[in-house]
């Protein structure tokens, strides 16, 4: 394996799970807002 591949594969990790950091916390602030304009409780 090159070296520019490895270094590719290791930084692949942390933007994969910025991705899923932005889907899941996007998801939960359009919940909480649908929610607090509804009037109910989020949990």
Not at 7 to 35: C, H, K, S
């Amino acid at each position: 394996m090159s070296t520019t591949a490895l270094t590719f594969y290791v930084l692949m990790w942390p933007a994969i799970v910025a991705v899923v950091l932005f889907v899941i916390g996007r998801g939960f602030i359009t919940e909480w807002r649908t929610a607090r304009r509804e009037g109910r409780d989020l949990v």
